[in-house]
């Protein structure tokens, strides 16, 4: 039986890319991994990531926004920040913490340009459906991608 490494989602505000990557650790790597997910800051949690998730049969909906501080006790083998703006601004993380950067697209920011473009809700969901996706993907390489 080999100890579960602990892996942290970084994202700037822990209400979307971080959630979903969180909830999909979660769901497809949990015998492997413990996660956590966190923000510099804390913007809730986007209704529209808990609605994605769910149709892809995740339940994300009991998630909260958590600020980075909150995690300052938990020894992180691994930091994978989501974001340009958290990869940017990553804090230091004592213990030799490694950190990866996997840049997801900003749902929220393709969503609100999909609305003045006049798109409909659902095609503003698509491009939260589309970075859950692409997410998925990524967690589906782990812990091996975080190695490499």
């Known amino acids: 039986m080999t100890n579960k490494i602990n892996v942290l989602f970084l994202c700037t505000g822990n209400s979307c890319r971080s959630q979903m990557a969180e909830g999909w650790t979660r769901h497809l790597k949990g015998d492997l991994i413990n996660v956590y997910s966190a923000g510099i800051e804390t913007h809730g949690l986007n ?12 339940d994300i909906s009991g998630h ?14 691994y930091v994978v920040t989501v974001c340009d703006h958290a990869h940017e601004t990553c804090p230091f993380f004592p213990g ?26 659902d095609e503003q ?13 990524y967690v589906e390489t782990l812990p091996e991608a975080l190695t490499d």
């Open 47 to 58: 209704t529209n990531a808990v609605k994605v998730m769910d149709e892809a049969g995740v």
């Open 96 to 121: 030799g913490s490694k950190v990866v950067h996997v840049g997801f697209d900003d749902p929220p920011r393709m969503a609100r340009e999909v609305a003045e473009q006049g798109g409909s809700n």
């Open 125 to 137: 969901l698509d491009c939260f459906r589309k970075v859950r996706d692409e997410i998925r993907s």
């Open 64 to 77: 909260k926004s958590q600020h980075i501080d909150e995690l300052r006790d938990v020894q992180i083998d």
